[in-house]
């Protein structure tokens, strides 16, 4: 039977480095976000009129900005995922390590999860707090949205994870990055509304995660109607990824 405190172990070793490597964390976690809002939220925005999105005025730097908190999910949970899982799996042998303790596999690979989860969840709620700030989002939207970052970041972790599982050699995982996560950053309405795209597109789209995180988000920062079908893509996608990529990670490491 999972442990709940083990869990929460494995979880707090993860937060005692990131703790001891404070600055490079801050640098790789914030860094990033805060660019994309600079040039294209203050750059790009100064340039585009206001947008009307079901029939409510909205600036290009909320629009945008709205983007940014989902793509600051997808990146930071899919990469700390990927890259960092498959460090500590190949090379630190963390994983490994832990299991051999009273801590079994599947609390390692839960505290795993719930590590990414939460350290790309404190990034994304970094930048919508950036948003409330600096007037472009509703702080009562801010009160609602956490349920929705903390999903997203689950889905890409999980996603990261099974990448991390699946893949031979670090440089493996360039692979589903270039073909999976750039396009979905680019096609999933973070920097331009989805109508600008032919309908077959659009449809393609909506299959992707992040497109109905965009979506949630979008609508309870800036008092957009919600798109409630969103919210069922998003938890079907936990549902398939979580299992899977824990069962492909068991699979790599018990042989």
């Known amino acids: 039977m999972t442990s709940a405190k083990a869990i929460r172990l494995v979880w707090w070793r993860y937060f005692d480095v990131f703790r001891k490597n404070v600055g490079y964390s801050v640098v790789t976690t914030f860094v990033e976000p805060l660019l994309?809002?600079?040039s294209f939220g203050f750059g790009v925005g100064a340039l585009v009129p206001a947008l009307?999105?079901?029939?409510?005025?909205v600036t290009y730097r909320q629009f945008v900005l709205a983007g940014i908190v989902a793509q600051t999910v997808l990146f930071q949970a899919f990469f700390e995922a990927a890259y960092g899982g498959f460090v500590r799996m190949y090379y630190q042998r963390i994983?490994?390590?832990?299991?051999?303790?009273p801590i079994t596999l599947s609390e390692v690979l839960w505290g795993e999860l719930l590590w990414n989860t939460c350290k790309s969840g404190f990034a994304a709620a970094v930048v919508v707090l950036i948003g409330c700030t600096i007037g472009d989002f509703h702080w009562r939207g801010a009160l609602f949205i956490l349920p929705v970052i903390i999903l997203g970041a689950l889905v890409f972790a999980s996603m990261g994870l099974l990448v991390?599982?699946?893949s031979r050699s670090i440089d493996n995982i360039s692979f589903?990055?270039?073909l999976l996560v750039?396009?979905?950053f680019l096609f999933c309405g973070v920097?331009?509304?989805l109508e600008q795209l032919p309908s077959t597109i659009q449809s393609l789209v909506w299959v992707l995660p992040l497109t109905p995180l965009v979506s949630l988000i979008r609508s309870l920062m800036l008092g957009l109607p919600l798109f409630w079908p969103a919210w069922l893509i998003l938890i079907l996608?936990?549902?398939?990824l979580v299992p899977i990529a824990r069962r492909a990670m068991r699979a790599r490491l018990v042989k």
Request: charged share 5%; glycine share 4%; aromatic share 22%.
């Open 36 to 38: 994309y809002l600079a």
């Open 52 to 57: 009307q999105l079901d029939g409510i005025s």
């Open 95 to 101: 994983f490994q390590a832990i299991a051999v303790t």
């Open 164 to 166: 991390a599982a699946r």
């Open 176 to 178: 589903p990055q270039f």
């Open 182 to 184: 750039f396009p979905m």
């Open 191 to 193: 920097f331009f509304p």
């Open 237 to 240: 996608w936990a549902a398939v």
